[in-house]
């Protein structure tokens, strides 16, 4: 998986249990995205600015493995599962650098939309092409155990 950069929990992010609240998982997955998208594919601000589109979130499944407190610094990391014209299957982690502990994951399916028409176009071939190169240089990684989890109660 690609690492990405770190990241640290902030006082604001700390709920009534004592330990990061989720929907500032939420917002550390979203900042691992982003910086995959942009670093790795070329889907940035200006890219998504001039080009009026860009990935929209369709689903996302999230598991928490172990907390992280305030301070904690956290790494996260990211790979492309599959994809097609329009589409992304993505994985994401959250790993606490001070024991390297796998603190939560992402699975999540995003869609390229038009900005104007708001429906769901192709990427320009250019995007394609990153895609399929990022997706080609992890895709014989195992496929994470939380990858297509069921909620439910197991009985």
């Not at 992010?13 to 979203?30: E, K, L, P």
């Not at 995007?127 to 939380?146: A, M, S, V």
């Amino acid at each position: 998986m690609l690492k990405l950069s770190n990241q640290v929990v902030k006082p604001e992010w700390i709920d009534y249990n004592g330990h990061m609240n989720v929907a500032y998982y939420t917002m550390a997955f979203d900042n691992v995205m982003d910086e995959m998208l942009t670093c790795h594919l070329g889907i940035d601000h200006q890219f998504i600015t001039q080009n009026k589109m860009g990935p929209f979130a369709l689903q996302s499944n999230f598991t928490y493995l172990a907390e992280m407190h305030q301070g904690d610094v956290f790494y996260g990391c990211a790979r492309i599962l599959d994809y097609d014209h329009k589409k992304m299957h993505l994985f994401a982690t959250l790993h606490n650098t001070k024991d390297d502990v796998l603190s939560a994951t992402m699975e999540g399916l995003s869609i390229n939309v038009d900005h104007h028409t708001r429906r769901a176009i192709p990427y320009p071939t250019q995007i394609l092409e990153k895609i399929e190169l990022l997706h080609k240089k992890l895709r014989d990684l195992p496929t994470p155990e939380q990858v297509g989890k069921i909620i439910g109660i197991r009985r």
